[in-house]
């Protein structure tokens, strides 16, 4: 049998050159070849937790929103009336970040009061979303967060005295439509201030509209501690539009550092899935080829080729994957591969 390339004719015979000994042998070197290992096995979800808590300001309590974030396990903490100024140094409005954590802000301008600051792990992935309207009935602060596979879009919210009117209602309706255009999920979170007529409910309009946006608010309770022991109110919410199976863990904690309570929640995001694999290749730069050419040319399938063709490719990669064996090992590596 013979293999007929164009005009030409490929036969095992006994003359035979250096070039197409080298031609041979680096056919053989070309490729890389991918030998998968087993799927690692870690977890398809990774959990985050997200709190939101009022501070009546930030300015000096450094300390302890950092016990907050370590004492509660926390990811993300978004804390309402920071009462930062922009003329603050990063000294002060920056330190509330612990070690291993960074902050972004919203600041009022030209006022004191209100604000809003995001302190979240270095090791998610944030950004601000720039695409969506601003509105002078709330304060707010969007963020994407991103961690495996998922994205959350999460808007973290003040709305400060006095009682809500409809022009809150509509610009927070138009907020959430804009934002339910983003790829991902949604999170609401922070100090709407819209209590109902209990300590355990919020306004029925802020309800409705909750509803009509297909969102779900975890509630446990008032939120806010008053001075002479009474129930307060329901003012701080999570607010969100995943599934139910998504969002779990949720509690409040009264944190000793205003007269708010720390909301929290976990969120399983689904993560990448790493398998290992092992990537096998020749170092070529390495290579003797004057060594080489010595070794092939005393190999049987130049000595004593076989003329049966099928015969004869495996006794050519027998013996050229031996010499290169010998003089270009192949070294392995194993590398994550999403």
């Known amino acids: ?22 031609v041979a042998a680096i056919l053989l070197l070309g490729g890389i070849e991918p030998n998968p290992g087993p799927a690692d096995s870690r977890s398809a979800y ?48 920056d330190s509330i970040a612990p070690s291993g954590f960074r ?27 720039s695409n969506i309207s601003s509105f002078t ?3 707010s602060l ?23 009117n409809r022009e809150f209602f509509d610009d927070l309706l138009d907020c959430i439509g804009e934002l339910q255009t983003l790829p991902g999920c949604l999170v609401l979170c922070g100090d709407f201030n819209c209590p109902g007529n209990s300590s355990e409910s919020i306004d029925v309009r802020l309800q409705e509209l909750f509803d009509q946006s297909i969102m779900t608010v975890c509630s446990s309770g008032p939120t806010r501690v008053t001075a002479d022991g009474s129930e307060g109110n329901l003012l701080d919410l999570i ?17 000793g550092i205003a007269d708010h309570l720390l909301v929290a929640a976990s969120f399983n995001f689904p993560s990448i899935k790493v398998k ?38 495996q006794q050519l990669n027998d013996d050229v994957t031996s010499v290169l064996d010998r003089l270009a090992p192949i070294p392995k590596k194993n590398e994550a591969v999403k």
């Open 1 to 22: 049998m013979y293999a007929h390339v164009g005009r030409r004719i490929f036969e095992p015979n006994r003359d035979y050159s250096r070039k197409t000994i080298l």
């Open 46 to 93: 990774s959990t985050i937790r997200i709190g939101s808590l009022n501070v009546r300001s930030a300015v000096h309590k450094a300390p302890l929103i950092h016990d907050v974030i370590r004492d509660r396990s926390l990811d993300v903490l978004v804390t309402i009336e920071t009462w930062f100024k922009a003329d603050m140094p990063p000294a002060i409005t």
């Open 103 to 129: 902050v972004k802000h919203f600041m009022r301008d030209g006022r004191g009061g209100g604000g809003i600051s995001v302190i979240y792990g270095s090791n998610l992935h944030v950004s601000n979303i």
């Open 137 to 139: 009935t709330f304060e």
């Open 142 to 164: 969007g963020l994407k967060i991103i961690s495996g596979t998922s994205v959350w879009n999460v808007l973290s919210v003040y709305r400060p005295p006095p009682a809500p």
């Open 239 to 255: 607010v969100h539009n995943a599934n139910d199976n998504v969002v779990n863990d949720f509690g409040t904690v009264d944190t």
């Open 276 to 313: 290992a694999t092992t990537f096998t290749g020749r170092n070529l730069k390495k290579l003797d080829y004057d060594k080489l050419w010595n070794e092939l040319s005393s190999c049987s399938f130049v000595q004593s080729p076989s003329h049966d063709v099928d015969i004869f490719v």
